[in-house]
């Protein structure tokens, strides 16, 4: 296959298959980007990949952020001082960068300024399906809905003039199945990326670029002139577009029927209609809103006063469902409208062609019964054994949760708790599967840098003792002010920093902490311990948590303290270890069982639970595929039957790695 970079800097207009991630990325280069700054989170994490790696080839200038606001506040600056920036975030990502948001629709921009949303419907990798829609409306700036790679590719060449025109920030809002979706997608003339990162300059107005109260006051009312033009733009764009479709059989005397759809929503509708009007008579005026907000309501009216129902399809809230209903009640149309509010579809999770079939079916024929199946004659649906995720085999952090484990028990007994074990808050990342048996070390959890803060609340709250875990790159991303209001109020909880050098759950994007230090790059690691100790920690220690004894010794330690400590749990994360040995050629070294010692305990697979160690009728034994070497299953058997595994000789016998 084509290599990515290549494919996305093809200088001549021409068709490629594009991810839907990538086709933004390959939209902003055709736009001129000069400047992005992101913190990764999944399902935007490609874009900032792709820019990073964009930017060492001596393409436009990116910056790996701490979090999403720092992101935002940089490629704010970029875009204020005339040049092209964009900034990309999954949903939640954009409650980070929210306070900088609102402030930046106020003071506007000069240089055309994109703000990427990539929301999660179905919580594929989230802990809640917000919808950011609503982000616009709260903070006033244009947004334009993708719904497919074709249209992410457009709407993003398109979002930066659109912006510099309006002088706004734009928001571009993907989904998951938009931005993980691959399909052909025509390109246009590519602005080549230049070798040397173009300099903007800042002009200096302290009347639009400082947003003290005087000033706000006449941002806001600029701000909602400046929508009214906005919403001009929408009424008119190329990205609305209003088209009859005609079922089989079907005559100028059929009722008509209006589907209004927005966001990836339209592409199930076309696919549902594709079924539907192979089989009856019907007229459909399709209204496709890709430019959806400011919601452009005389392109609605319109609409409203040519169809004798409406059904509006839109995933999760139901914004333009609300907005049409309002607009038809002002303008007296009395026209039928279906959808969320009507229990016509749900108000949750992603769609699927199947379920908005199923809804367009009620609509034309309501005392059809429901759940139409739309399996052809004959076929059956494969449902796919479930997968529930696990951290890797050999991953570091199933090796600190052990030792923790063992550790927690060992405190409770010594303190002689009547809660039984310790309160575990955790955090975002790899490690929040500590959730799964058999260390069930996830009791709370919110956002990123919970842990640290919600532990505080229970140091506070309650008598009972408070053990919190936080990734590396999550430490830095939101942990530190909490942990400063833990050394403030002395709170007697122990943080343990899983640090395995990379932001793995998204990707292995490098963080303060590891990836800077770059021969010429004039970035600098951060330590982490280095850092709580400045912020006022006491108790601080350094682990490697593939030694589970001196692990759970340490952590017992802390736990015992009388303050906020903190342990950092520090070994790579595996799949990067792995990767490094085979390019330099070296041998993993997997384990197997003696049978000869192992007595089928099973405290390898029950408390241990690598998932390279299997067992099956009674007998247990290791994955070579899966096995990654780390041997620290070795520690756990009570037997020694877990050896390094005999490679064969030419002559035929065995020898031990």
């Not at 830095?476 to 899983?498: D, E, W, Y």
Request: proline share 8%; with cysteine; charged share 20%.
């Amino acid at each position: 296959m084509e290599r990515v970079q290549e494919r996305l800097l093809s200088e001549n207009s021409t068709r490629k298959l594009f991810l839907g991630n990538e086709a933004i990325v390959r939209g902003a280069l055709e736009a001129g980007l000069d400047f992005a700054a992101a913190y990764p989170g999944t399902p935007s994490s490609e874009i900032a990949d792709l820019l990073a790696e964009l930017s060492a080839a001596g393409g436009p200038r990116f910056v790996w952020a701490v979090n999403e606001k720092v992101a935002l506040e940089m490629a704010a600056a970029a875009a204020a001082s005339g040049l092209r920036a964009l900034t990309a975030m999954k949903h939640v990502g954009l409650n980070v960068a929210a306070d900088a948001l609102m402030s930046v629709a106020y003071t506007g921009t000069r240089g055309g300024f994109v703000i990427v949303t990539a929301d999660d419907p179905s919580c594929h990798s989230s802990q809640n399906e917000q919808d950011n829609r609503y982000y616009a409306r709260l903070a006033g700036i244009p947004m334009l809905e993708p719904s497919s790679p074709q249209e992410a590719l457009e709407m993003t060449r398109a979002a930066f003039p659109l912006s510099e025109e309006l002088l706004l920030p734009v928001l571009l809002r993907i989904t998951t199945r938009v931005a993980h979706t691959r399909s052909p997608v025509t390109t246009g003339p590519l602005h080549r990326p230049r070798g040397e990162f173009r300099r903007g300059r800042f002009l200096k107005d302290p009347g639009q670029w400082v947003v003290v109260p005087d000033v706000a006051r006449q941002a806001h009312r600029a701000l909602l002139a400046k929508l009214e033009r906005a919403e001009e733009f929408a009424v008119n764009s190329a990205f609305n577009t209003m088209h009859w479709l005609e079922g089989k059989g079907s005559s100028a005397s059929d009722a008509i029927l209006g589907i209004l759809s927005s966001g990836v929503a339209r592409a199930y509708v076309r696919e549902a209609l594709e079924e539907i009007l192979l089989q009856r008579p019907l007229r459909v005026l399709f209204l496709e809103v890709g430019f959806s907000y400011p919601t452009p309501r005389a392109l609605l009216r319109e609409f409203l006063e040519r169809v004798e129902r409406v059904l509006v399809v839109e995933e999760l809230e139901p914004l333009l469902e609300q907005e049409v209903r309002a607009l038809a009640g002002e303008a007296g149309y009395g026209v039928p409208i279906y959808g969320k509010l009507t229990g016509h579809l749900p108000r949750f999770h992603e769609f699927r062609p199947e379920l908005v079939e199923e809804a367009i079916w009620t609509v034309l024929e309501p005392t059809r019964p429901r759940s139409r199946s739309v399996v052809p004659s004959g076929a059956t649906r494969v449902q796919p054994p479930p997968r529930p995720p696990v951290l890797c085999p050999g991953c570091p952090h199933r090796h600190t949760y052990y030792a923790a484990h063992r550790a927690a028990r060992v405190v409770a007994r010594r303190l002689r708790t009547n809660d039984g074990l310790p309160i575990f808050p955790t955090d975002i990342g790899c490690y929040t599967l500590g959730l799964a048996k058999p260390y069930e070390m996830a009791d709370y959890l919110l956002c990123m840098g919970s842990s640290v803060g919600s532990g505080c609340g229970f140091s506070m709250a309650t008598d009972q003792p408070v053990l919190s875990f936080i990734g590396d790159s999550t430490f830095f991303h939101a942990g530190l002010p909490a942990l400063v209001q833990a050394v403030h109020h002395n709170s007697p909880l122990t943080l343990v920093v899983l640090d395995n050098g990379t932001t793995a759950m998204t990707g292995h994007q490098p963080h303060p902490g590891a990836g800077g230090g770059k021969p010429g790059a004039g970035q600098v690691d951060v330590s982490i311990e280095e850092t709580a100790r400045g912020m006022g920690v006491q108790w601080i220690r350094v682990v490697d948590p593939n030694d589970l004894q001196a692990t759970q010794r340490v952590i017992e330690e802390a736990m015992l303290f009388p303050g906020p400590s903190v342990v950092v749990a520090r070994a790579p994360c595996i799949l990067q270890e792995v990767a490094q040995k085979r390019r330099k050629g070296e041998a993993i070294k997997p384990y197997t069982i003696n049978p000869e010692r192992c007595t089928a305990c099973m405290v390898c697979v029950r408390r241990f639970a690598c998932p390279a160690i299997l067992a099956e009728n009674g007998v247990v034994w290791i994955d070579p595929e899966q096995c990654t070497g780390c041997g620290v299953c070795a520690q756990v058997c009570p037997k020694d039957a877990i050896v390094l595994a005999p490679l064969a000789r030419d002559d035929g016998g065995e020898v031990h790695v």
